[in-house]
């Protein structure tokens, strides 16, 4: 066979199975065209329950996300109550001068202040 004519031969039968997937293709779109619309047409009340049900879905999680809501609040205000009630022990221990973190600092403060003290003091009576 001469080359020509077996590419008009491929050319046919890719022309061939190009027409037969295309048949395939629509059959099975317009199979599930049907499928889709018989079964909303079969059973029109499917639409309405899924409507109830997403309605009733949402009402349950709205009261779910406010009761979410007022547990969040109520923990928040505990925490900041206990918070406080922290701020107010550790400074009642500072104005009486028995926190231990801020007494180290301290007394190494109060040296400092003194030996600078001291240095102005010497200044002052050796430059008379």
């Not at 406010?66 to 928040?76: D, V, Y």
Request: net charge negative.
């Amino acid at each position: 066979m001469p080359p020509v004519h077996r590419d008009r031969e491929k050319k046919e039968s890719v022309a061939e199975e190009m027409e037969v997937e295309d048949q395939e293709h629509e059959a099975s779109s317009s199979e599930e065209e049907e499928s889709d619309s018989s079964s909303v047409s079969e059973d029109g009340d499917t639409s309405e329950m899924d409507e109830e049900d997403c309605e009733r879905r949402r009402t349950e999680c709205l009261d779910e996300m406010s009761n979410l809501e007022k547990q969040f609040s109520s923990l928040k205000d505990q925490l900041y109550r206990e918070r406080l009630s922290q701020v107010n022990c550790k400074l009642a221990e500072v104005e009486a001068g028995r926190a231990a973190e801020y007494l180290d600092p301290l007394a190494v403060l109060l040296e400092n202040m003194q030996g600078f003290t001291d240095v102005l003091l010497w200044h002052k009576h050796g430059s008379i």
